[in-house]
């Protein structure tokens, strides 16, 4: 799974945004909101592909918007539970992500732990993503 990394203000986000008009808008999953309850409820909608402009990992795990497990085990194509409301569904659906995936993100702070997101867990999920280094 590509990760473009690039020094700020370097046009990292106009690569990627043709995948937009590949597959339609509707059919990507892009990048929840910080902090969101139900971060990924939408990729379990008929997305095809997941396109997160800016994404920073341990951010987002540190936030619990995307759990480390979950950002773990969804991106090496293993099954996992996304939560969804309750009100609809029973509260966790299944998935199995093995379609494409690309990050776009700032490489400075990139990858510093957090008080909930310790150096291993840091390890784990860069070890998840091919960094691709622009300059």
Request: glycine share 6%.
């Amino acid at each position: 799974m590509p990760f473009l990394v690039w020094p700020a203000n370097t046009g990292e986000s106009t690569l990627p945004h043709p995948f937009d008009d590949l597959f339609g808008p509707k059919h990507v999953l892009h990048k929840p909101a910080l902090g969101s309850t139900f971060a990924l409820r939408n990729i379990v909608k008929k997305k095809r592909f997941i396109f997160w402009d800016d994404f920073r990992p341990v951010e987002f795990a540190h936030k619990e918007t995307v759990p480390v497990a979950t950002f773990l085990s969804l991106f090496i194509g293993k099954d996992t539970e996304v939560q969804v409301s309750q009100s609809f569904n029973d509260g966790n659906l299944d998935i199995n992500w093995k379609r494409g995936v690309v990050f776009t993100a700032k490489e400075e702070g990139l990858w510093y732990p957090t008080s909930k997101v310790p150096a291993e867990d840091v390890r784990h999920l860069r070890n998840r993503v091919a960094e691709c280094r622009f300059t």
